[in-house]
């Protein structure tokens, strides 16, 4: 099926889950990212549950913390 991460077209198989769509794109800290479905947030416990359809629009968002300089 086709969808969409971070803005570029993508193959998976159907039945794919978010948990399996970090290993597949090879997200060396997934500890460290926050997955948007369709634009609401996934929580990090149901990465593995989350079962993605046909048409899906997935964005991996990667957080940085910084200090005053």
Known sequence: MTIRVNGETQE???????RQLLVVNDVAQPDMVSVQLNGEFVDRNRFPDTLLKEGDEIDFLYF???GAL
């Open 12 to 18: 998976v198989e159907t039945g794919t889950t978010v």
């Open 64 to 66: 940085m913390g910084g």
